[in-house]
């Protein structure tokens, strides 16, 4: 709508279906001028609906495990192929847990879970950027960003070793930042989202009173997946040049609440009749 | 109980009744082993029992109003003269909001009153510093602290202008240490501590909810006034000496959560039933 | 250059001249679309070229002292008035310290000079915000950014009272952005902006080596003012709507960076001759 | 010297030799009445002195690769046989990098140096927790340190991937504190000490004038490794029972630092004859 990317080039990570965070941005980016590419895992093409996206932002889908380091080397290949050079921004939107999936709570973790879960949420960005600063992938003062989440920060039950995982993720948005920076004049920040109804966020434990709690919280409610497409423009664009090793919340105000009155309100109604959990197995 | 303040001496200002964090404090210390002088206003002599606490504590009260240099002259010259000399500590727990008292949302602060907040809660703390140091009133690697509240990095409705003078509290201590580091080797921190049900305290609107919901949001509990003063004397001790420009959570873990499994429990009773306020006065 | 203001209006306090931070921010927006209105002091006025940026803006000039309830008051009702309506957004970028201009150290405050630097660099953001809450000036959507800096988080020598001013103004940032997000959806945030060689920050003790060390500290370098304008283009602009009672940094990296390389080249130098301070006038 | 921990029992991991922390802090441990278990990896036993140590101590060394669940789980076995039942404290002092040893820059890692690094520095302290906790080893109150670093929040050039290991501990700090304080009341935290000229520490590049400039920006100066033992008594000790989940800083006030006069007079110095950096090879 405002031209905000026009003649810029990025790929894009993680669009499942169009629930998808990543799917929005797309979309947005598409809309505000951008030539992108699509990426996902094999099985995420396979079950998703990211063909249908391809069509609509005119483009093409490259299959990459963000894990390896072969796919992403031939990502980056194929997607500089594509551009005819090379491009200016990506979107990292990519995490999974083993531990949440299989419901084995944080103080019984398997570790080959918690390694999976590394690799895919939090070191799956540092390879991403390693292999794109190798092959000089990215144009000076690009842009790269990560989907993050307030548990990086604060403990919420059943968000798991996730929250490590995304903890991880944010510095090495600031130690890669660093590096990029100094050398490619390239930003690298995070985005810590309000909790978003998608395929994904709706496999995590309790999500539906998360959701009423952190909107209640939250001054301007929970921030949507559209939201977080605009606002991904933005830091794509030539306007953010100088926002770095950041990790910008874009939720609302709930990061900078401690309480409000609209959730206390609720609260309090159980006040007279207290309940306790039926256990602690998250 | 361990003589971890045998030899200090110190000043804690803020004593009201045995509800008070700083009364608790000054029997800690005592107990440690210190020699402390009381003080507090004019007023808040009147009104509270703080003669009661200085015999327990085999002391004096010395009347001072913090805001007033006058006063802090006075009471450090006799403090240092009671004492004999320098004095090792300070305790500053002294905070009121008249905006608060009256009922005036911030959104329709009275300016005056808020002048009043910021003197008597944030720059009084300043003056304390600036008094004690130019009359060179702290041997060297002693230890001054301040008492504040999250609200100062999150925000809680009802709390008021109180937030602002709470962030610029640990500013202060950040500014001062600085300098009082740099030249003295003495130290400057604030303690965030759980909302304690003193007579300050129970003057903040819905403040049984809120206790309820950081009781349940905290996985040790609220921090109650007795394990604060533990937590003081061990900021006075020599075991701390290099801590300095902090502001340190004792919270029970409230400042590192997001949502713990009791207190989301408690705010699922009302999802069948959700209420709203009755309109925002506050 | 993208219309990203287009139909919008907004207050812009602070330009003095075309070094200043606002006259940059004004500029930008005039060329983004939006109808703005330009303020500053009386004085000001007369010292500075603000007639000069309203003919480029092709605009008025509204003087008002910002510490002023009436002059505030009347400024609203002039904008609106010029305006025909609610306008959508506001930059407060006004902060000074008496301390600071007459070489006070922190450690020697006047206390009549911090309430002023409080009452002009931080109170007056409140009062901004809660006369045009009053009058309810902003449309829903609306956007207010005030002008901080890191000075606010971590201490640096000289910076004075101005750090604690900053510390409060961030605060007030989250107070009101709780009750001006819950009651109107305007967003309220601030930007913590590199140092930048304003009239203003030119009176900052030993500001040559500061930005030097800020410049190779920061990967991408000192953020510039028409950087600085960018950046608050897509604040004031409908695709960041839920961003709210942040403090963002716009420094290049700076504020997360613990060492450079570039800089501890440049500090490595001194190593072999280390010299000290001429005293702690400052 | 105080008897803080008399009658209390833990497990001190990663004593080296008397430069090592978690010496000092075995040391002090034992004069304040603890008994303690000493541990470390087999090769660091054949390499270090803590035989030594466990004389000193009198207390007997059981060896334990702290990324091993089998060694941990027999660690916590045979020091609930000596103990004579559970215990109170545990120090986790354990951190290494082969990609800082190898030189690899942080955008050349090796990825399954990285895994390493991430075993060794930051999932062996979930492992000690999660075994630990498998065995009901603790008592109520009990109280589990982890030593990190300001790496963690600030990026500084060459401390590579073990910022992003940092970040992750002081993540499972907070997520397993929650786990742990609501089911056990014990407290986990991390300090986050001064850069200390350790064995571990002296390999890091350019330590020297880090050191040097640490020194100088922290009003305190560095905290040496004395210091740090006793700031742990007094976390390991019942006075600080409700700080739980924080990243505590042991720092002299650096991570509070923006700039002081001290370090500034020491960069100033370079101004005239500015000098970069032969490449950026870390």
Redesign the interface.
């Known amino acids: 709508m405002?031209?905000?990317l026009k003649g810029k080039k990025g790929i894009i990570f993680g669009a499942l279906n169009n629930m998808s965070l990543a799917w929005k941005v797309a979309e947005r980016a598409y809309e505000e001028g951008a030539e992108i590419v699509l990426t996902n895992t094999p099985i995420s093409l396979r079950f998703g609906d990211i063909e249908e996206l391809a069509k609509k932002c005119n483009t093409i889908v490259i299959p990459a495990d963000a894990t390896s380091?072969e796919d992403l080397e031939n990502l980056i290949d194929k997607a500089m192929e594509y551009f005819g050079g090379k491009f200016d921004f990506i979107l990292h939107s990519v995490a999974m847990s083993m531990n949440v999936r299989k419901g084995k709570?944080?103080?019984?973790?398997n570790?080959n879970y918690?390694?999976k879960t590394?690799d895919i949420s939090?070191?799956s960005f540092?390879?991403v950027?390693?292999v794109a600063?190798?092959k000089d992938a990215i144009n000076d003062w690009g842009s790269v960003l990560a989907l993050s989440y307030?548990?990086?920060?604060?403990?919420?039950?059943?968000?798991?070793?996730m929250?490590?995982a995304?903890?991880?993720l944010?510095?090495?948005a600031?130690?890669?930042?660093?590096?990029?920076?100094?050398?490619k004049?390239i930003?690298v920040n995070t985005i810590s989202q309000?909790p978003t109804l998608t395929t994904a966020g709706s496999g995590v434990k309790?999500i539906?009173?998360?959701l009423?709690?952190t909107e209640r919280m939250?001054?301007?409610?929970?921030?949507?997946a559209d939201?977080f497409a605009?606002?991904c423009?933005?830091l794509f664009?030539?306007?953010?040049?100088?926002?770095?090793?950041?990790n910008?919340?874009?939720?609302?105000?709930f990061?900078?609440?401690?309480?409000?009155?609209?959730?206390?309100?609720?609260?309090?109604?159980?006040?007279d009749?207290?309940?306790?959990?039926d256990g602690?197995d998250?």
Do not use: W
Request: charge should be neutral; glycine fraction near 8%; hydrophobic fraction near 35%.
């Open positions: 405002y031209n905000l380091i709570s944080y103080d019984n973790l570790y918690l390694n590394l939090a070191i540092h390879k950027l390693q600063k190798k307030v548990a990086a920060q604060r403990t919420l039950y059943g968000y798991n070793d929250a490590d995304k903890a991880m944010e510095s090495i600031r130690s890669f930042g660093y590096i990029y920076g100094r050398e004049k930003r309000s309790g539906d009173g998360l009423d709690f939250s001054p301007l409610g929970n921030a949507t939201e605009d606002f423009i933005t664009s030539d306007l953010t040049r100088k926002v770095t090793m950041q910008l919340f874009h939720d609302g105000g990061s900078s609440m401690g309480m409000s009155l609209r959730a206390m309100t609720m609260y309090n109604q159980a006040l009749n207290p309940k306790e959990p602690f998250i």
